[in-house]
């Protein structure tokens, strides 16, 4: 099983819509979460942390689920600006070595005027 | 501010070549990774280093090998290119507390 998964998409969504974004990941042990952005042949940057009790910027919504090993990003009146692969990554490892960040796959969105 | 810079950005190696590719950052970053993407996949962590001195691998390292005598510097070396080695190549450094990982502009390498 990967470390971390994503359904790659793509998704295909018009202007205005809001779409949501799903990342599993198998070790319980995983300590932060975070969503990056990637543009097309660019170097990711990141969109936001993730944290426990669920956090917004502007028309962005991530969420953490500790239970089920689960994160979310929730994108509200989409733009054709966010069109690009949004990565989940995990930090950590559970170890003493907190060094690990691991990507998922991505999920590309495609926003249509 | 230069940030995390790679060279090359783009290389074509022959089968059996070496070659080393650089990264170096100026943010004082104790953490450092070293990624590889495939066309349509997300990224996979070959090695990274959580300080001077200190390498550990990642989920894809056969292949290739790092180093880290500075904060500085990351290189990642490949002793024997193979095709299944043709991939974008990222480099990332990121701060002791946050886990904003910045990377460098990518590394086009073609093996053939």
Request: glycine residues 10%; positive net charge.
């Amino acid at each position: 099983r990967k470390e971390v998964e994503q359904d790659p998409g793509p998704f295909n969504v018009p202007e205005g819509a809001t779409v949501a974004f799903n990342c599993t990941y198998s070790n319980s042990a995983s300590q932060s979460f975070f969503w990056y952005r990637q543009d097309c042949r660019k170097e990711p940057k990141l969109l936001m942390s993730v944290y426990s009790s669920g956090n917004e910027d502007g028309r962005f919504t991530a969420q953490l689920n500790r239970a089920s090993q689960y994160i979310s990003l929730l994108i509200r009146d989409s733009k054709l600006s966010d069109s690009a692969t949004y990565l989940c990554v995990v930090k950590g490892d559970g170890s003493s070595n907190t060094g690990k960040l691991i990507f998922g796959q991505g999920t590309t969105l495609q926003v249509k005027p | 501010n230069a940030g995390v810079t790679q060279t090359p950005k783009f290389r074509i190696l022959k089968i059996g070549q070496s070659m080393t590719l650089q990264c170096t950052q100026d943010m004082n970053h104790n953490y450092m990774y070293w990624y590889r993407q495939d066309p349509g996949m997300g990224l996979k962590l070959i090695y990274y280093s959580v300080g001077a001195g200190i390498t550990d691998k990642g989920e894809v390292p056969n292949g290739y090998n790092v180093s880290r005598s500075t904060t500085e510097d990351f290189p990642l070396r490949l002793e024997l290119a193979a095709p299944s080695q043709t991939s974008v190549y990222f480099c990332a450094s990121r701060g002791t507390v946050s886990g904003e990982a910045f990377f460098g502009q990518g590394t086009r390498l073609t093996v053939v």
